[in-house]
């Protein structure tokens, strides 16, 4: 199966930052079916990037989601207090799907 | 607006066979080009998925946990359920329900994507 390796483990910025997240597979993920998800104590997990680069409705544009073969990246730009939280990337190009260990965003 | 919630038993004994359900409001579990899924997420293991139902009863479960799995389907109550036997310690976590998105790979066969919503989630402790 495909291991998703998500760095940094802990990302600490203020409000207003830009927040870069990494995500690495262990292979080439087919047709770059990535997706990334928010989720904030307490709550189930929330789409927000899917097919590496589309962003979920209702999702603010200043997430955004790139990367290809093995790398991906999700950018959150100028960050608003909401989005402090645990994300995690997800692949579903290989079976069976697989989760990335999470990156954990706080308040600096 | 799609909304799922999770119901059944929080404790089970260790051996003995878990069993959820997840009421789906919103949209049909019969409706084609979604997939009907669970996950679990625990402190040790992560998010894990566990498999999904499509339409007309078709399913697909991941290798590690295929043996114990049963994923079904009531469409009169627009509901689907999770059993999974021969339960241990290692089994706790919080169960979650999604609506998955399907596509079809080069061969025909449907594959799980993204989830989206997903249900508030239960947690369930495999404890005697």
């Known amino acids: 199966e495909v291991v998703l390796t998500q760095s940094p483990d802990t990302l600490s910025l203020s409000p207003g930052e830009r927040a870069t997240l990494s995500c690495g597979a262990s292979q080439s993920v087919t047709n770059n079916y990535v997706a990334w998800y928010q989720q904030r104590p307490g709550l189930a997990p929330r789409l927000v990037i899917y097919d590496a680069s589309s962003r979920a409705p209702g999702i603010p544009d200043r997430f955004s989601g790139s990367g290809s073969g093995t790398d991906y990246t999700l950018t959150i730009t100028r960050l608003a207090p909401e989005d402090f939280a645990v994300y995690y990337c997800?692949?579903?190009?290989?079976?069976?799907?697989?989760f990335g260990q999470g990156t954990r965003l706080d308040i600096k | 607006q799609v909304q799922l919630q999770e119901s059944g038993s929080g404790l089970v004994k260790p051996s003995q066979t878990l069993s959820l359900t997840c009421t789906v409001s919103g949209a049909s579990i019969g409706v084609v080009g979604y997939a009907w899924s669970w996950m679990r997420q625990s402190p040790g293991k992560g998010l894990e998925w566990i498999g999904y139902?499509?339409?007309?009863?078709?399913?697909s479960y991941n290798p590690s946990l295929k043996t114990r799995v049963t994923i079904s389907g009531d469409r009169s109550k627009n509901q689907f359920s999770l059993k999974l036997t021969s339960l241990t310690a290692a089994d706790t976590a919080v169960y979650y329900c999604?609506?998955?998105?399907?596509?079809?790979?080069?061969?025909?066969?449907?594959?799980?994507?993204?989830?989206?919503?997903w249900g508030q989630g239960i947690l369930v402790t495999v404890s005697s």
């Open positions: 139902l499509y339409t007309r009863g078709s399913t």
């Open positions: 999604a609506r998955q998105g399907i596509f079809y790979d080069t061969v025909g066969f449907h594959k799980g994507s993204w989830l989206d919503p």
């Open positions: 997800q692949q579903y190009g290989n079976s069976p799907i697989t």
